[in-house]
Structures are given as C-alpha cells and as structure tokens.
Antibody
Framework: EVQLVESGGGLVQPGRSLRLSCAAS????????MHWVRQAPGKGLEWVSG????????GYADSVKGRFTISRDNAKNSLYLQMNSLRAEDTALYYC???????????????WGQGTMVTVSS | QSVLTQPPSVSEAPRQRVTISCSGS????????VNWYQQLPGKAPKLLIY???LLPSGVSDRFSGSKSGTSASLAISGLQSEDEADYYC???????????FGGGTKLTVL
C-alpha cells in the first residue's frame, strides 16, 4: 500500500524550531519529487516547499524562504522539513505529498499523508 | 487573496451536474497544467484531475476537467451526497516560481 506518514508536529513557541518528518512506503521513493503543503485552520491549501528526486532542485514559498529547509534521505525513504524562526502564521496542518514526476513543474501531488499539526503560540 | 480564483461555494441537487471554475493568468493556467483536488471533511486532499483533464486510477468518470486560455473548470455529473467536499485547483506559476492553489470551493449537494 502506498503510504505517507508525517510526524514531528506539536506546540512550539514563536521563534523556536521544529523538524517534521515524512515516512514513505509502498513505492520507489527516489523516483519522485516530494512536497510539503500546509493548511491553516479553516483555510485553504498553501504549497510550502518541494524537492526533486535527487535533491538537485528545491523550491520554497516566499512566506517560508530563509526559515524552512526541505531535505530527503532516499536511503531511508524519508522527507524532512526543518522549520526555524517559527511564527504564529505558520500554525497549520502540514501535509507531505508525493509528486507524479521526478522533477520539474509539470507535476501533480498524487499521494498525500494525513498531516501533522504545528501550533506556534506562546 | 489567492492567485487562482474560485467561487467560494456552489450547490446543486442530487443527480444534477455542477461546474467549478478556476481563473488564473498567463503565468500559471495559461502556460501550465491544472490539477484539481478534492478534500472531504476532516480528510487529506485527494488528486481528482491532473494535467488539465486526466483522471487518476480509481477516480469516478463523473468527474471531468477542461481548460481554455487562462481558465479551467471541474465538472461533476450525477451529483451524489458523498461529493460534498472542498475542491481546489492548482498550477505552477512561472512568474512566482511556486505552486499556487485556488482558494477552494465548497460544494453542497442539496
């Protein structure tokens, strides 16, 4: 069964850091790009970051650029999101999503995890 | 304000047909493929339509997608109560260099 399982969310104070993980199974992880998409409570979807199959191409939303770092470990079938200098507006459910393609912008997110909640509050 | 514009809500009776529009610009819909996602209440999003009009395996053929210029549409025929969900369009934006989503459309089956 193709599956993505996120972990690492929680309650964190503004300015602190958090590292999210996404464990993939049921497909050849290093054949596909991977993404993080978030959804603030009661709001719509926002793409956060994406990484190509070999980590050669990485992109970020302007709202997180310079604060968040995406990475992957193909040997461990895992995707990560290091989140630094967290702000209240980063509060959201963070989804890990698999790309249809290995890289590039002609893509879609065909498999989603159930998400991990990040709450930034003092 | 979302880069892609969708109506906040649509409603229609069971067994009828409804369309959801998604309006963008030449830097996103006009030059790149559009994907549609369905998010049932309390659930993760699910890919519904990709590359403008393709159905992933397992998705009902009651769903269809189309695109013309800088606008795209999702059509759902034979509406069922289980279609009640939020629907999002998405595309790559060449100017912003990010994936952009529409604000989402809440479908109510009357």
């Amino acid at each position: 069964e193709v599956q993505l399982v996120e972990s690492g969310g929680g309650l964190v104070q503004p300015g602190r850091s958090l590292r999210l993980s996404c464990a993939a199974s049921g497909f050849t992880f290093d054949d596909y790009a991977m993404h993080w998409v978030r959804q603030a409570p009661g709001k719509g979807l926002e793409w956060v970051s994406g990484i190509s199959w070999n980590s050669g191409s990485i992109g970020y939303a302007d709202s997180v650029k310079g604060r968040f770092t995406i990475s992957r470990d193909n040997a461990k079938n895992s995707l990560y999101l290091q989140m630094n200098s967290l702000r209240a507006e980063d509060t959201a459910l963070y989804y890990c999503a698999k790309g249809l393609a290995a890289a590039g912008t002609n893509d879609a997110f065909d498999i989603w995890g159930q998400g991990t909640m990040v709450t930034v509050s003092s | 304000q979302s880069v892609l514009t969708q109506p906040p809500s649509v409603s229609e009776a069971p067994r009828q047909r409804v369309t959801i529009s998604c309006s963008g610009s030449s830097s996103n819909i006009g030059n790149n493929a559009v994907n549609w996602y369905q998010q049932l209440p309390g659930k993760a999003p699910k890919l519904l339509i990709y590359y403008d009009d393709l159905l992933p395996s397992g998705v009902s053929d009651r769903f269809s997608g189309s695109k013309s210029g800088t606008s795209a549409s999702l059509a759902i025929s034979g509406l069922q109560s289980e279609d009640e969900a939020d629907y999002y369009c998405a595309a790559w934006d060449d100017s912003l260099n990010v994936w952009v989503f529409g604000g989402g459309t809440k479908l109510t089956v009357l």
